[in-house]
């Protein structure tokens, strides 16, 4: 398998001083389902946003299929930010826009500026984005404003908008910490199941100790901006959750939110 994704001895220091990753060294292949799970401060958000440069590092280098991101601007970058989809704990969307039109927005990586600015999109484009949300459940919801949505559905359109960029990478910055138990568990479900059948690769924030458990093909525990642990989720011993979260098993299971 093709390394996609390289992290080198990546550190991030922040003007308060504030020491978000410190040496941080992991390599990514194809199709794997990483969640980053830690408690609050650990640099599990830093490590996510150093990945497509929305944040810059202090040290190291991140490599995108071999390509540095630090070393990337202008159109390089945005070439290579394609490759990597993203989904916020908050949604991101357009309220005032069409479920159809957030959707959409997945392309303006690939469009000219004055097509993007007038909503230029292709039939094909159009067609897809359709079809997507046909595989979501949100067909009939596609020209209803993003504003009329539950959570839930806000959040199955902003995984519509990150597969819509064709990415090799997605990202997801806690996309369940805002949701119900049931709407959590459709987005996990979803977000393995589309990023499987198109063999993405899939980096996931979590706090949820038992659904990192759950999901995951790799975990990565991270503790004060170094990795503590890097394996399946069966190794992850109670030692060494003690480690990463500094409380035991099963006080996160009981109340995962307050430590993480």
């Known amino acids: 398998m093709e390394t996609l994704l390289r992290f080198d001895n990546v550190s991030k220091q922040y003007a308060n001083g504030v020491h978000a990753l410190n040496g941080v060294s992991f390599d990514v292949e194809e199709g794997e389902f990483i969640s980053v799970i830690g408690p609050s401060g650990s640099g599990k958000s830093t490590l996510l946003r150093a990945i497509n ?21 202008g159109r390089a970058l945005r070439a290579l930010r394609r ?29 000219s500026g004055l097509k993007g600015i007038f909503g230029l999109y292709s039939e094909a484009d159009k067609r897809q984005a359709l079809d997507l949300l046909e595989e979501l459940g949100l067909g009939e ?33 806690e996309p369940i910490a805002s949701l119900d138990p ?55 011993d109670d030692e060494t959750i003690q480690r990463i979260y500094g409380t035991t098993r099963e006080n996160l299971m009981l109340g995962g939110k307050d430590h993480a």
């Open 53 to 73: 440069r929305l944040i810059p590092i202090s040290g190291g280098k991140v490599l995108l299929e071999g390509e540095a991101v630090s070393q990337q601007h």
């Open 83 to 111: 490759k990597v989809g993203m989904i916020f704990q908050n949604y991101n969307l357009v309220y005032s826009l069409s479920v159809l039109q957030n959707v959409l927005h997945g392309r303006l990586g690939y469009m």
């Open 141 to 173: 919801f596609s020209y209803n404003r993003a504003s009329d949505l539950s959570g839930g559905q806000k959040q199955r359109v902003g995984i519509a908008r990150a597969i819509m960029q064709g990415p090799k990478l997605l990202l997801c910055d």
């Open 182 to 236: 049931s709407s959590s568990k459709t987005i996990m479900d979803l977000l393995r199941s589309m990023t499987r059948k198109r063999n993405i690769a899939c980096i996931v924030n979590l706090h949820q100790l038992d659904v990192a458990l759950q999901y995951s093909t790799r975990i990565i525990g991270l503790s004060k901006g170094e990795i503590v642990f890097d394996g399946p989720p069966q190794q992850l």
